[in-house]
């Protein structure tokens, strides 16, 4: 039972939703296939309070067992209940609940969220650039194609460079965003995004047939 019960869920849930794009919403399918995505979004709902469940148990064991770095559980441990708790408190209480504007939610997302992000994707871009210096070599005819466009594509993206290719002969900008961006860039895209979706529906296909049962914790 543990393993044909959830087996015949995934099929049933598989089909209903498959099934459900060739009728309209207002038929038995559709609104049956409604409800499986409200149930969805439920069962999302409790996946998220599993997370937090589970990194408030492990960083609550590592301090309270002095491992290393405890110090910086500590600080995530206080992070995750100064965000939670005033954020799901009634703002009939005090203005400072809730998500609204002035609410310690807002004041902490606004000076302490946003400019750790701010941080970590600006040092984000330094790991970027070095590995393009590693893996962009002119070892042959492609490489040094790729090195040179890549070189100018990140200079269009930074005003100091675009300033710098508008000085030249040429509307580079205008020719790279048209071209490259628009041409050589989007065809790439359009290859990774359909051999991205093949995958998923084959992967779908496997889970709706019982073939891949690794969701149940088997390989």
């Known amino acids: 039972?543990?393993?044909?019960?959830?087996?015949?869920?995934a099929f049933l849930s598989g089909i209903i939703l498959v099934v459900s794009f060739f009728f309209q919403e207002t038929s038995f399918i559709g609104g049956l296939?409604?409800?499986?995505?409200?149930w969805l979004t439920i069962v999302g709902g409790f996946t998220l309070l599993l997370g937090v469940v589970s990194i408030t148990r492990v960083n609550f064991s590592g301090v309270v067992r002095r491992r290393p770095g405890w110090g910086y559980k500590i600080l995530t441990l206080i992070s995750i209940f100064a965000m939670a708790i005033?954020?799901?408190l009634p703002t009939s209480w005090s203005p400072l609940f809730g998500r609204n504007a002035g609410s310690i939610y807002d004041w902490l997302f606004v000076n302490l969220d946003s400019p750790m992000m701010a941080t970590m994707f600006a040092t984000l871009a330094f790991y970027i650039a070095s590995a393009a210096y590693r893996a962009f070599r002119a070892r042959s005819a492609e490489s040094t194609i790729l090195l040179i466009t890549a070189t100018?594509?990140?200079?269009?993206?930074?005003p100091m460079g675009e300033a710098l290719l508008n000085?030249?002969?040429?509307d580079i900008p205008s020719f790279?965003?048209?071209?490259v961006m628009g041409g050589a860039n989007m065809a790439v895209q359009r290859g990774i995004i359909i051999g991205a979706a093949l995958g998923a529906a084959s992967m779908s296909l496997r889970i709706i047939l019982g073939i891949?049962?690794?969701?149940?914790?088997?390989g």
């Open 1 to 9: 039972m543990r393993t044909t019960v959830p087996v015949i869920v």
């Open 33 to 38: 296939s409604q409800e499986l995505k409200v």
């Open 86 to 88: 005033p954020s799901i």
């Open 152 to 158: 100018v594509v990140m200079l269009w993206r930074v």
């Open 167 to 170: 000085m030249l002969p040429g």
């Open 176 to 179: 790279l965003n048209t071209y």
């Open 212 to 218: 891949e049962r690794t969701y149940m914790g088997k």
